[in-house]
C-alpha cells in the first residue's frame, strides 16, 4: 500500500482499539488483571478460552468469565479456540461476553448456527482463522459476520512472534468481508501484537490490535504501551491509508438531518435498521418553549459512518429536508 494512496470506502476512520488479552497476566489473580486494564485505559478485554482439544493449551472458561464480568465495564471479547463453540456458545453469552469470536476451522455444520445464535443475542459474532487458512475460508459466512480475526501467530500460547507476512496478505482484505457493515464491523489481529508493529497494522486498517505479553512485561507501563501503540496505530492508518487526514474520534458524534418529528423517526428508524445507531435530539434551532410536536428534530449518529450513511440514505434525507418548513 502506498503512502497517500486512497482508502477503499469501506475502511473505516474511527481510530484504533487495543483489546487487552489476560493470558500472559497472573491467572492466579484475573480480577486484578481487568481492573489494572480498565485503570490503565485499555479499550477491552480480550479472553483466550482453549480447550486442550482445538489447541493445546488450556485455559478458563465460562465460569471463570462470568466471575470477572463482575469486577469491569469494559466490553468482553471472547476467542473461543475450542472443538465445538457450538456446544457452549450458551454458556459464554450468559457469562456477559459482549462478543464471541471462534474459529473457521471448526467443524462446518457448527458454523453458520453458532454465528447466528450469537447474533439473536444481540452480540458481535466473529471468525477467526490461523495463519496458513485463506481469507476465502470465511466467504461462505460473510453476511454473518461482524468481526473477522486475523491471526499473526499460531493459536494456543502467547508470547509468539509476529508473523508480518501473514499481516501484509490478509489485514487490509479482511475488510472485504464485511461490506454489508455500514457501522461496527471490525478488523481484529490477534499475536505478537506490540509497538513495533502497530503503525503496520494501523496502515492496513485494523480496527481492534490484541496485545498480550507486551502490557504484562515486568516493570513497563501499562497506560502508556496502550497509549503508544493507538498512536502508532492510528499514525499508520493517517499516513498510508487517510492521505495525512487524522482518523476521527470513534465517540464524534455528527447531525445527519434536522426534519420534523414524524419524518426524523422515520428516516431514524431506516438507518438503524442498516445497523447505524442514530440519537434524536429537539433542535436548538427552533425556540425552546415550541411545542414537541411542531419542532424540528437532529439526527445525530456516529462521524464515522457519516459517510456511508449517506451513499444509502443521503437521497432520502434532501428529499425530506426539502419538504420541511421554512
Known sequence: MKRGSKPARQVP??????????????????????????????????????????????????????????RTRLPFDAHLMISEPGRYIDEYLDAGCDSITFHVEVSAEQIEPTLRRVREAGRAAGLALRPGTPLAALEPYRELLDIVMVMTVEPGFGGQAFMEDVARAKVLKARDLLTHKLHGGEVHVDGGVNRDNAELLGGFGADILVVGSALWTKGRDMGREIRLI???????????????????????????ATLPRAEARTLRDEIEAAGIPVLLFRSAADPPDMDDGQ??????????????????FGSPRAGRERKTPA
Open 13 to 70: 476512520l474511527g481510530r484504533a482499539r487495543v483489546a487487552a488479552s489476560i493470558l500472559d497476566a497472573d491467572l492466579g489473580n484475573l480480577a486484578h488483571a481487568v481492573k489494572r486494564v480498565e485503570r490503565e485505559g485499555g479499550d477491552r478485554i480480550h479472553l483466550d478460552v482453549m480447550d486442550a482439544h482445538f489447541v493445546p493449551n488450556l485455559t478458563f472458561g465460562a465460569v471463570t468469565i462470568k466471575a470477572l464480568r463482575r
Open 230 to 256: 493507538r498512536a502508532l496505530a492510528d499514525e499508520g492508518y493517517q499516513y498510508a491509508l487517510n492521505d495525512g487526514v487524522p482518523p476521527i474520534p470513534r465517540d464524534k458524534l455528527v447531525t445527519f
Open 295 to 312: 419542532r424540528h428534530w437532529d439526527l445525530l449518529l456516529p462521524a464515522a459512518s457519516e459517510a456511508a450513511a449517506a451513499e444509502r
